[in-house]
């Protein structure tokens, strides 16, 4: 059957990490106010403590791994209070290629190896959206064993660097999201995946886009009555069941258009369109534009901005 979660980290398209080793000594708090690209985060020693917009705060210790998707508003600080006078605003690089937050004599209080990425795909705010906001994972050591793998192959030029990178980004992701205890805590992907009434019939629609789904079709396989398996799947995932389906095969659909992979009549029975100008009139009012002129590299000025880098982290 067809793994919803691979697919949907796969369809993210993740590249371009950045990674480096941060350290942090004395009172320190450093706060990112920029959205939209995933950070990670593991904890090499120490301790320290993370802020997130809509989450209790949480005290990070040595083993702990962090990843917000969408990198939503958060503030790092040292284990003691901070005021004011403690903001970092550039980081000071240390000999060995270290950065330094707080105070560059003293004897690090933690260290942790700290990490962004783009998601390519245009669809990346929607697929991110089905995520969990924020997973924290405490003991799972090979998460930071992947994070320094992706840090070894981002700094070398090896053949086919691009490629494993990717390939170790969507590792590093599916390790993250089906390690964390708590992902079910929030409506999305992850927790829809969760519920045994749920699993199977996402599992059916990711296997079967072509098929033409009801929701009462869909409520008979999760064995629930139409209205209770609607509800039910509206609170975990976080849309409507046929919202889920229609954003799922746009997806899909877009993905094969920019890999020029099959015709739009090709497409439009994939995705269980009765014919190529009902695909292009469900595919026009849901992305902007037909599917001919996406294919000819309109997805280019219809997937939106860039999201702002974290300039600190760039530095050197």
């Not at 080793?21 to 904890?43: H, K, M, N």
């Not at 590093?172 to 079910?184: G, K, N, V």
């Not at 037909?290 to 860039?306: K, L, M, V």
Request: glycine letters at 8%; proline letters at 6%.
């Amino acid at each position: 059957m067809a793994d919803p979660l691979a697919q949907v980290v796969t369809l993210l398209q993740p590249a371009a990490p950045f990674s480096k080793r941060v350290s942090g000594a004395g009172r320190w708090s450093l706060r990112r106010t920029e959205v939209g690209r995933p950070f990670y985060c593991a904890i090499l020693a120490g301790t320290c403590r993370l802020a997130a917009d809509g989450h209790e705060e949480i005290l990070l210790r040595e083993g702990d791994f962090v990843l917000i998707p969408s990198a939503h508003n958060f503030t790092m600080s040292s284990h003691a209070p901070t005021g004011p006078e403690d903001v970092v605003h550039t980081p000071i690089l240390l000999p060995g290629g270290e950065f330094r937050l707080g105070s560059p004599e003293a004897p690090a209080d933690v260290r942790q190896l700290v990490g962004y990425c783009d998601f390519r795909s245009p669809d990346a705010d929607l697929l991110a959206s089905l995520l969990p906001q924020l997973v924290h994972i405490r003991g799972v050591d090979r998460l930071a064993m992947l994070m320094q793998l992706v840090s070894d192959e981002a700094s070398a030029q090896r053949p086919a660097r691009d490629m494993v990178l990717e390939r170790l980004l969507e590792v590093l992701l599916i390790e993250a999201f089906r390690s964390d205890r708590e992902a079910d805590a929030w409506p999305g992907l992850v927790r829809g995946l969760s519920d045994k009434r749920l699993t199977g019939v996402i599992r059916r629609m990711h296997e079967h886009p072509d098929h033409s789904w009801t929701v009462a079709a869909l409520a008979k396989e999760a064995g629930l009555s139409r209205s209770a398996f609607y509800e039910r799947f509206r609170r975990a995932v976080g849309v409507a069941p046929m919202e889920y389906l229609l954003a799922w095969r746009m997806a899909l659909a877009k993905d094969l258009l920019r890999r020029a992979d099959a015709s739009i009549t090709e497409i439009a029975e994939r995705l269980g369109y009765s014919s190529a100008s009902t695909f292009t009139v469900a595919f026009t009012r849901h992305v902007g534009l037909p599917p001919a002129r996406y294919a000819r590299g309109g997805w280019q000025n219809a997937s939106g901005t860039e999201a702002p880098r974290a300039s600190w982290l760039l530095v050197g």
